[in-house]
């Protein structure tokens, strides 16, 4: 049984492009959560999705986007790149009502 | 708003000792979720133990066990028979409950644990 899997692993953008970053859930699982971890913190959760819709979303600008897929895959996109997004993206998947759990993460760096 | 607070950076344990990391928060809510997690160097992110607020009986989970005390707010994770992959950054985290609907994991800064030889 395949763990929650992101792709790709790491990522260089330059200030003002845009990257997609791609997360499968884990078997079973239904709702898809994000979270950017600066170097040395708590993860900062972005935004939810459930049944293809934004459920929840964290203190981020519109820059911050996502989808959710049929399949319950889900993108999470950012535009307009600024130094300060260079993070660990991380995605989480749950079912409706458990626990979460979390993916090998996306490395960002912009330069 | 929830926050959730570990005030220790770091801590150090001996190889096969008892160490407890700390926790609090602070929270009006009722129903919740509170959860240890784990992240090596390797970054993945590991779920190590749940408790759930309306439950009075400590949650364990092999050598991992917690101690919550929910009039307190407190919720501090003992790890025993340490062992050397025990040595990671340890983040406790909240969950609100919402009536069949999952919600955001809110963190504290994290604790770095290592374990010595």
């Known amino acids: 049984d395949a763990g929650v899997t992101q792709s790709p692993t790491h990522l260089i953008k330059t200030r003002g492009q845009q990257v997609t970053l791609r997360c499968s859930p884990k078997?079973?699982?239904?709702?898809v959560s994000w979270y950017q971890q600066a170097l040395g913190q708590g993860p900062q959760f972005i935004f939810q999705?459930?049944?293809?819709?934004?459920?929840q979303r964290g203190n981020f600008p519109d820059r911050f986007s996502g989808h959710q897929f049929p399949n319950y895959s889900s993108e999470l996109n950012v535009n307009a790149l600024l130094l300060g997004d260079s993070a660990l993206y991380l995605c989480?998947?749950?079912?409706?009502?458990?626990?979460?759990?979390f993916g090998p993460g996306t490395r960002l760096t912009v330069l | 708003a929830q926050t959730v607070t570990q005030s220790q950076p770091e801590m150090s344990v001996q190889e096969a000792e008892t160490v407890t990391l700390s926790c609090t928060y602070d929270?009006?809510?009722?129903?919740?979720?509170l959860f240890w997690y784990k992240q090596p160097p390797s970054r993945q992110m590991i779920l190590v133990i749940r408790?759930?607020?309306?439950?009075?009986q400590n949650a364990t989970e092999n050598r991992f066990s917690v101690n919550f005390q929910k009039a307190a707010k407190s919720f501090s994770l003992k790890i025993s028979d340490s062992q050397l992959g025990d040595t990671a950054m340890y983040f406790c985290?909240?969950?609100?409950?919402?009536?069949?609907?999952?919600?955001?994991?809110?963190f504290g800064k994290g604790i770095t644990l290592s374990v010595r030889p």
């Open positions: 078997s079973g699982h239904d709702t």
């Open positions: 408790q759930e607020a309306y439950k009075q």
């Open positions: 989480a998947s749950s079912s409706r009502t458990g626990s979460q759990y």
């Open positions: 999705y459930y049944e293809e819709e934004e459920r």
């Open positions: 985290a909240f969950m609100k409950l919402f009536t069949g609907a999952n919600s955001k994991l809110t």
């Open positions: 929270t009006s809510e009722s129903n919740y979720y």
